[in-house]
């Protein structure tokens, strides 16, 4: 993007040693040749436990952070690679080691980000992660602002971020805001042909019209942008997207039932979005029909 490389962070979380149809190298393995793997820290770190969104002995899980550059260009932007690689007798036994879900990616970001944000004690991979966030960035986590959700195969206009950024520096009240997300192969067959009509109307009328109020229902996870914190007026810091109310909701483990089924593994980004409304009903949720993405 056109926003600038120093004060970016690419964070990716890898979930599980999983190897794609028709892959001879894993998903890790595949993100990890992407990367310049930075030569002061080990091409091989040691796993750190965290405690999973799951149920049982699935409950333990590890992960490996890597530290790097991604280069496209002229750009080179910090990188950490969060791998989910499961303890050694899940890598052992499992066919997928560590794999939790999205909505446990989500968490290891947010739970990090909650510790960072409300001086709580960290988990060992929370800890490393801090470690080497700030030798990456030259500055304490405490200090990033924004959380900009990217789904991997989705491709974000270059002059979009800038453009993210700057609305919500502009309102301090907005917590949350999304763009248009457009069918990339739009031409490539007439399924995908008329998924541009549903597309193109659940975004520049429905989200449009629920922007006037600041209260957009669903910020889609494919491409949004969450604010980390809020400051008082006394510069106290406010968590947003890691307020430890909406965590610990959003982390709930035992989903026993069709409803909570469909709300925790197929509509989990809605369900966030509900959560930081009904948490803070006086911020806002918007739509920024200049900022898009293709997928």
């Not at 190298?25 to 040749?33: C, G």
Request: include cysteine.
């Amino acid at each position: 993007t056109s926003f600038a490389d120093d004060y970016k962070l690419l964070f990716i979380i890898a979930d599980g040693m999983v190897t794609g149809s028709g892959e001879t190298r894993s998903t890790p393995e595949i993100l990890l040749s992407m990367i310049e793997l930075d030569e002061n820290w080990s091409s091989a770190p040691i796993p750190m436990p965290y405690l999973a969104v799951a149920e049982g002995a699935a409950r333990e899980n590890m992960a490996k952070v890597y530290v790097g550059w991604y280069s496209a260009g002229e750009h080179s932007v910090p990188t950490i690679v969060v791998v989910k690689c499961g303890t050694p007798v899940e890598a052992r036994d499992s066919a997928k080691p560590g794999n939790r879900g999205k909505r446990d990616s989500q968490l290891i970001l947010m739970n990090w980000l909650s510790g960072i944000v409300s001086n709580k004690e960290l988990c060992p991979l929370e800890y490393d992660l801090c470690q080497k966030v700030q030798y990456l960035l030259g500055v304490t986590p405490d200090k990033l602002e924004f959380v900009l959700a990217v789904d991997a195969d989705t491709a974000v206009d270059p002059d979009s971020l800038p453009r993210m950024v700057a609305s919500m520096v502009l309102d301090p009240a907005v917590i949350g805001l999304c763009g248009e997300t457009r069918i990339a192969n739009k031409r490539e067959s007439w399924v995908t042909a008329i998924q541009v009509f549903e597309y193109y109307l659940s975004q520049n009328l429905s989200k449009a019209f629920e922007s006037v109020f600041g209260n957009v229902t669903c910020l889609p996870g494919c491409f949004c942008m969450w604010r980390i914190y809020a400051r008082r007026e006394d510069g106290a810091a406010i968590p947003i997207l890691c307020h430890p109310d909406i965590v610990s909701t959003y982390a709930r483990t035992r989903v026993n039932t069709l409803h909570k089924k469909n709300l925790f593994m197929l509509g989990e980004d809605r369900f966030l979005t509900t959560l930081l409304l009904s948490t803070f009903p006086r911020r806002k949720l918007i739509y920024v029909p200049r900022a898009f993405c293709e997928t």
